[in-house]
């Protein structure tokens, strides 16, 4: 596979499961938006729709990509740059093997090997279920992380309304908010990060909840 086919099918991946998003232009606004913020380039979405409709719906076995865009898109899925990805993806072309007893052999192998991986990564992973709650998953499933007990038991979305206990005795937050992807305002029960957006969550304020929580 070409290099920069796979470097688009890998941002884009990456793009799903950071969001949770779906649709190909708001993934490619995803991408757009993170690399601006995290390393101050812009790249147009324009350019990332043909990228990938080249790639998925073209089919091309080749896609160009300028070298610049190249580096940053590579850095999007924590490479240092274009080249680091590329080595890592280069393709090798190895000659078929002509000794088929040799080839049920390795076969059998990948077989077992797979079995026991499978077993290794079973519900060792937790994924956010219906934009509520943490659940125990297989980790080849999409959009998962590895299992964080305190996440898993005590961190939850929650509709806070003004009978909610918004402070602890000390005074500390006893709620913790942030935005959506939407703009809108989320609240959880513990502090982390948001699962979906992957930004730190904030302690809840008396402004916040004047000015949002008691106007809903």
Known sequence: MN?????????????????????????????????????NFIISDRALRNYYNEVYKKNKKTVSISGEIANYLAR???????????KDHIVIKEKKQKNMPQKAVI????????????????HKCMAWVDNTRYEKTNCENVNTVPID??????????????????????????????????????????????????????????????KHVLKK
């Open 3 to 39: 290099v920069n086919k796979k470097l688009v099918e890998l941002v884009f991946q990456k793009a799903k499961n950071d969001s949770g998003l779906e649709v190909m232009s708001q993934l490619a606004n995803h991408v757009v938006t993170s690399i601006e913020e995290d390393f």
């Open 76 to 86: 999007f899925l924590n490479y240092e740059d274009y080249s680091s990805f590329e």
């Open 107 to 122: 076969g059998g192998l990948v077989v077992l090997a797979s079995y026991f991986g499978y077993e290794a990564t079973a």
């Open 149 to 210: 007990e305190r996440l898993l038991s005590h961190f939850n979305r929650v509709e806070p309304d003004s009978s909610y206990k918004f402070f602890k005795e000390d005074g500390s937050p006893n709620l913790w908010y942030g935005k959506s992807i939407n703009g809108d305002y989320e609240y959880f029960n513990n502090y982390g990060m948001h699962p979906i957006t992957g930004k730190t969550l904030k302690g809840i304020t008396k402004y916040i909840i004047d």
